[in-house]
């Protein structure tokens, strides 16, 4: 299944095979959904301290030398596997992914259609494809716009581009149409204003074809047109330049917004504990001695994690401290 299948790291980064299994699969991508939810995708890419954490769990999980490159070839898998299937099924209308089987639901004839139309449809009618609605948050946004999406900045920066492209042909479109300039190839614009044709004394186009003329009225007319151009494309420039400033900034404003009211509430509601505290409530609750460092970090590493601890019945902490730190992300 494609889902399950394994990849080959190259040399440069770790000549071990890691052979990724549905479990290890459902893993990552539960971390990936975390790393989500806590605002560590940025334009469309996870940021590098969300794959610091990502590492992290799935080593202390699986007991594996996984490394950042491991999960990023693994997620670029995922992903692959992910468009091949969303491209078969979206907006289709009569299909639905059940969440039990994995399976997409539709009535016979409705599959029939669809493999007609779609042949590799068919490997999906008894194959289950684990966790689409999670890659389905996680990437179907990227996909629906592009194989890796586009920035709101590169978006903005390519319409104006567009806009002001279309606008200069507009406009020489309306210069022709008027009868002031003519089209003698792909690349000379002659003017035909007679006030400004000195070879012509005045001569209306009809009355002066000569090649001096034509030549000298081509050199006037291409030299604005380029000037014209050449400002065109500087105040595009700097009207990108101002945008991405201000992208920037706003961006760097949302995340000093984020981080004062994640420190605020962090303090507020951080458990008041000393790290003897701690260590006394590991032991008393049965947490291995050879353990205790580990979890001890662990714990005092995620607020939210030593407030559960805390705040859990002293008759099942272990188990949920456990979890937290092996099963549960």
Same mark, same amino acid.
């Given at each position: 299944?494609?889902? #399950?299948?394994? @990849? ?5 980064? +770790?000549?071990?095979?890691? $052979?990724? *299994?549905? &479990?290890?699969? !459902? =893993? ?54 992910? #468009?091949?299937? @969303? ?5 289709? +209308?009569?299909?639905?992914? $059940?969440? *039990?089987? &994995?399976?997409? !639901? =539709? ?223």
């Amino acid at each position: 299944m494609l889902m #399950s299948l394994c @990849y080959r790291m190259a040399p440069n980064n +770790s000549k071990e095979t890691l $052979n990724w *299994t549905r &479990h290890m699969d !459902d =893993a990552l991508i539960d971390a990936f959904m975390t790393e989500y939810n806590k605002g560590r995708k940025v334009n469309g890419t996870f940021t590098s301290t969300a794959y610091d954490n990502i590492v992290r769990y799935l080593t202390a999980l699986f007991g594996k030398q996984i490394d950042k490159d491991k999960v990023k070839n693994r997620w670029k898998t995922l992903k692959r596997n992910f #468009s091949n299937v @969303y491209d078969i099924f979206k907006s289709l +209308s009569g299909f639905a992914w $059940n969440p *039990t089987t &994995h399976l997409w !639901d =539709a009535e016979p004839e409705v599959w029939d259609t669809l493999i007609e139309a779609k042949p590799k449809a068919a490997q999906w009618r008894n194959n289950p494809f684990p966790n689409y609605e999670k890659m389905l948050i996680l990437y179907g946004v990227d996909r629906a716009n592009g194989d890796e999406g586009e920035t709101m900045r590169e978006w903005r920066k390519r319409r104006r581009t567009q806009e002001e492209t279309t606008r200069t042909v507009n406009d020489i479109d309306n210069l022709v149409s008027q009868g002031r300039y003519s089209l003698q190839n792909d690349d000379d614009f002659v003017e035909l204003d007679g006030q400004n044709n000195s070879h012509g004394q005045g001569l209306s186009p009809e009355e002066d074809n000569s090649p001096v003329a034509n030549s000298a009225c081509s050199k006037r007319t291409k030299r604005a047109f380029k000037e014209h151009e050449n400002n065109l494309k500087k105040l595009t420039e700097a009207i990108c330049r101002v945008a991405d400033a201000l992208d920037r900034g706003t961006e760097a404003i949302l995340q000093g917004n984020i981080a004062i009211t994640k420190a605020s509430t962090t303090k507020m509601q951080a458990p008041q504990l000393s790290g003897e505290e701690l260590c006394k409530l590991l032991e008393e609750c049965g947490i291995e001695i050879e353990k205790i460092p580990d979890v001890y970090c662990f714990l005092m590493n995620d607020v939210d994690k030593l407030r559960t601890a805390v705040q859990c019945p002293v008759a099942i902490r272990k188990q949920v401290i456990m979890k937290m730190f092996y099963g549960s992300y």
